[in-house]
């Protein structure tokens, strides 16, 4: 596997070394080795999956606070979606910053969100299936999101959403307090 630096502190782009034939190719996914070795999280709890039906889908942008605080690594499985992470880690020098990039089912790429970051997708076609691999277990009383048009972070996505969910459309406007940004202290 290849890690590439993003413009956002700690975020990778994984990019999967391809070894083919005629037969097809054969990559690896995943390797505790060289995830430990590129300094992120090597032991994942949960494989999560999602479909999204219509282009245009929009999840996101979610995160959770200390105790749970995740990390994820996101990969497209099929169709093409646009990932992008919102850095809300005080202690960051991008702060308040995202970066998007598209991931789909040609390139493979993978996006690693690191913990203290809120992260979303606006799918690019129909059918588009994604899964994610999460360092940590899921607390309802830890989540909180990001509204996807937030004044405050100005994420361009490359189209406007079709479907967004009611609760994803009504996260409130960007409050540090109530965002957590004091508790996600220390989590770069």
């Known amino acids: 596997m290849k890690f590439h630096t993003t413009p956002i502190a700690g975020v990778r782009l994984i990019e999967l070394e391809k070894r083919g034939d005629d037969r097809g190719f054969f990559a690896r996914f995943f390797c505790e080795r060289e995830f430990a070795e590129a ?23 979610h995160y959770q606070l200390p105790p749970d605080a995740e ?15 919102l850095d809300l880690r005080p202690d960051s020098p991008t702060f ?20 203290g970051c809120a992260h979303g997708f606006i799918t690019l076609q129909d059918n588009t299936e994604a899964l ?3 360092d940590a277990y899921y607390g309802p009383n830890s989540e909180r999101g990001v509204r996807y048009d937030d004044p405050s972070f100005a994420v361009e996505w490359p189209i406007t959403p079709s479907e967004v969910s009611e609760k994803d459309r009504n996260w409130p406007d960007f409050d540090p307090a109530w965002h957590g940004v004091d508790t996600m202290r220390g989590l770069l």
Do not use: H
């Not at 300094?39 to 942008?61: K, Y």
């Not at 990390?71 to 992470?85: A, F, I, P, Q, T």
């Not at 308040?96 to 913990?115: S, Y």
């Open 132 to 134: 994610y691999l999460v």
């Open 96 to 115: 308040g910053k995202w970066f998007g990039a598209e991931l789909n089912e040609d390139n493979r790429l993978m996006m690693f969100v690191p913990k």
């Open 39 to 61: 300094g992120l999280p090597s032991r994942f709890l949960q494989i999560n999956n999602s479909l999204s039906v219509s282009a245009g889908t929009l999840r996101g942008l």
């Open 71 to 85: 990390s994820k690594v996101v990969r497209c499985l099929k169709g093409g979606l646009y990932d992008v992470v």
